[in-house]
């Protein structure tokens, strides 16, 4: 089976994204000393993405004033940020072969024990997105305190061409 022309390549996953009713944001800034996204050879390392929205970050902690499915949506969002590093990194979104990894930060209380579940907002949404591209490995952890009272971060490793 022969590889699909970048540019049809490209639309598919635009009319993906336009199929779920999905608009990307605009690439959240780097806020201190590192860059959201490095590339080495064909992976790319991102740094921790936030869940962001048109009415600001999602902040709070599961377990206390976020539940699970406030958690869920927020790693929707999450995720949505994360492509929208990528799009800016590569160009275009069909350059990702695979999402490898994805590390999943909550900002939850001590006994919040639901980390996989809000997790997997972000992980349905990249399977959504990418299909078996999407499916990845995965470490869902909890964290007494993120920064600016996060609700969550992500990080991700991605393969690409």
């Known amino acids: 089976m022969t590889e699909p022309e970048p540019d049809e390549r490209r639309r ?3 009319q993906r994204l336009e199929e779920l009713g999905v608009e ?65 990194e590569l160009g275009d979104l069909d350059r990702v072969v695979r999402i490898v990894s994805l590390l999943g930060t909550v900002n939850a209380t001590p006994s919040f024990v639901e980390h996989t579940a809000v997790v997997d907002g972000a992980s349905d949404f990249l399977v959504q997105v990418f299909g078996e591209a999407g499916r990845h490995a995965r ?13 969550l971060e992500i990080q991700a490793v991605v393969e690409v061409t």
């Open 12 to 14: 598919t996953i635009e």
């Open 24 to 88: 990307l944001p605009d690439p959240f800034p780097a806020l201190g000393t590192f860059v959201p996204a490095v590339r080495t050879g064909s992976l790319v390392f991102t740094a921790g993405h936030v869940p962001h929205d048109g009415d600001g970050v999602v902040t709070g902690r599961l377990g206390d004033d976020l539940s699970v499915a406030d958690g869920y949506r927020a790693a929707g969002l999450a995720a949505r940020s994360l492509l929208a590093t990528l799009r800016q």
């Open 139 to 151: 470490l869902a952890v909890g964290v007494s305190s993120l920064p600016a009272n996060l609700a």
